[in-house]
Structure formats: structure tokens, C-alpha cells
């Protein structure tokens, strides 16, 4: 029987009836075509379907709907602001912080939950904090460099 929740997304009230075994990545991806968190592993191991909840980074694989009500929830597509992108997302262009790109939603997401509680991390911080994103193509090192200098540029 679903369930009726309520949460923002990107700033957006929603409303919506959900099943309770539907995961928040379900929600977003097939029901408001938000489609920058994959599906990676779909056991929290990739980090690609990483999103803010309350400005803290989760899995929304291993996250249910359900758990969602009454949150805020920013995904990579709610990060940028009146068509200027955010000083991280920025940063990663900038470093070469991204090849294939399906890693670097999650990415930029587990460093923005960093920056907003840690504004000048130090690098072993950073490595941290992206410990649960995993990337095929970088190498890491373009991804640290992009945190680091957006902490920088923001401070």
C-alpha cells in the first residue's frame, strides 16, 4: 500500500505516493527525471548514487523513499544556481577532475557535504570524504586537487 511523503528536492516541495520498498534513487531517477545519481553497484559500494540528505551524503540505493519525508534533498542537477555553476562543479572542470563523468555526480556531492562542514580541509580530508566514491577513469589525484582548490577559492 503506498505511502504518502512529502520532502524538497532541490529546493522543490514534493508531494507523492511511494511504495515502501521504492528507493530514493528509484524516486528521483524514474519518477522526477532526475538522472545524475546512477546506479552503480546498488549496495553503497560505488558512491555513484550519492546525494545530499540534509547536506549529509548518502547512498540512495540503500535509501528507501520512505525515509525521505520531510527531508531536503540535493542532487548534482539542484547544485547549480541560476545558470552559474557551484565553485566545486567548477573546480572539477577546471582540474580535469571528470573523464567519463559517471562517477562525478557522487563525487562533487561527497565533497560539497565535506566543504559545508569543513571549509579548508586538509588533503588527508578530502581523501576521506571521497573514500566512498569509487572512480575507473582519474586516478583520484585531478578529483583531490578540484576539492582542494575549490576549498581554497572559497575561503
Not at 529546493?11 to 534513487?25: C, K, S, T, W, Y
Not at 545519481?37 to 540503500?62: I, Q, R, W, Y
Request: proline content about 4%.
Amino acid at each position: 500500500m503506498p505511502e504518502k511523503i512529502r520532502f524538497t528536492v532541490n529546493g522543490d516541495v514534493v508531494e507523492m505516493a511511494v511504495e515502501h520498498h521504492q528507493r530514493l534513487l528509484d524516486v528521483l531517477r524514474e519518477d522526477l527525471a532526475l538522472t545524475g545519481a546512477k546506479e552503480g553497484c546498488g549496495g553503497g559500494e560505488c558512491g555513484a548514487c550519492t546525494v545530499l540528505m540534509d547536506n549529509e551524503p548518502v547512498n540512495a540505493c540503500l535509501v528507501l523513499a520512505v525515509e525521505a519525508d520531510g527531508r531536503e534533498i540535493i542532487t548534482i542537477e539542484g547544485l547549480a544556481r541560476e545558470n552559474c555553476l557551484d565553485p566545486l562543479q567548477e573546480a572539477f572542470i577546471e582540474h580535469a577532475a571528470l573523464q567519463c563523468g559517471f562517477c562525478t555526480p557522487g563525487m562533487i556531492l561527497s565533497a560539497k557535504a565535506l566543504l559545508l562542514r569543513n571549509p579548508n580541509p586538509t588533503e588527508a580530508e578530502v581523501k576521506e570524504a571521497l573514500s566512498g566514491n569509487l572512480c575507473r577513469c582519474t586516478g583520484y589525484k585531478s578529483i583531490v586537487d578540484a576539492v582542494l582548490a575549490a576549498a581554497e577559492k572559497q575561503s
